[in-house]
């Protein structure tokens, strides 16, 4: 598994688990064409380009198209890359039929595939070495979820951190883990 410093932009949730099976990253999904409502997103997603740079990896199709050049705008060039996924004509596994277009997007690329995107890319990566990361049970642990209480507790971590209200537990603990370790967390936590 690559772990990659920049945070990836991917479509929707199945891109996600598609990637996060290949690469150890922050992978962030736009949830389509709601990005364009969803103002706090977009400025977390400008935040993280600033702070580590993005990747953008959207399906090949006009859709993904309009969603790269949304998510892209106005961040300067030098901190976002760009993938980009070839014409694969076909049908994901969990759908019915083709979509519009007749093609693969990235949950239906082949993982080598997808791998080698990233490598002739240039993504900069290294090995993953995290041998202590945030857990679920950690955040179950500190009140986060499961718990009574847990979505205000919650909703306070994300205020504290300027993230949106409305990001995932596992968004949340992808960004945990690529700024702070599991102590840092923690100490946080009993601030909160």
């Known amino acids: 598994m690559l772990k990659i410093n920049e ?6 949730r199945y891109d996600k688990l598609k990637l996060s099976n290949l690469i150890d990253a922050l992978i962030i ?6 990005i364009f409502k969803d103002k706090e997103k977009i400025k977390f997603i400008r935040r993280l380009a600033n702070e580590r740079g993005i990747i953008i990896i959207t399906d090949s199709d006009n859709s993904g198209r309009q969603i790269r050049n949304y998510v892209s705008a106005g961040i300067p060039s ?3 890359k760009h993938i980009y996924i070839p014409d694969v004509y076909g049908k994901e596994k969990r759908k019915n039929a083709p979509s519009k277009e007749g093609k693969l997007g990235v949950e239906g690329i082949d ?6 995107l990233f490598e002739k890319a240039g993504i900069r990566h290294e090995l993953s070495t995290n041998t202590n990361p945030i857990t679920n049970y950690d955040l179950f642990e500190v009140g986060l ?3 009574d209480g847990a979505k205000a507790k919650k909703l306070k971590l994300l ?13 949340i603990l992808s ?18």
């Open 7 to 12: 945070a990836v932009i991917v479509e929707g």
């Open 29 to 34: 999904e736009t949830n389509g064409f709601q």
């Open 78 to 80: 030098n901190r976002i």
């Open 111 to 116: 993982d080598r595939v997808l791998v080698d």
């Open 145 to 147: 979820s499961g718990k």
């Open 159 to 171: 205020k504290k951190l300027d993230l949106p209200s409305n990001l995932s537990v596992n968004s």
């Open 175 to 192: 960004y945990l883990n690529f700024t702070m370790t599991r102590e840092e967390f923690y100490k946080m936590m009993e601030e909160i």
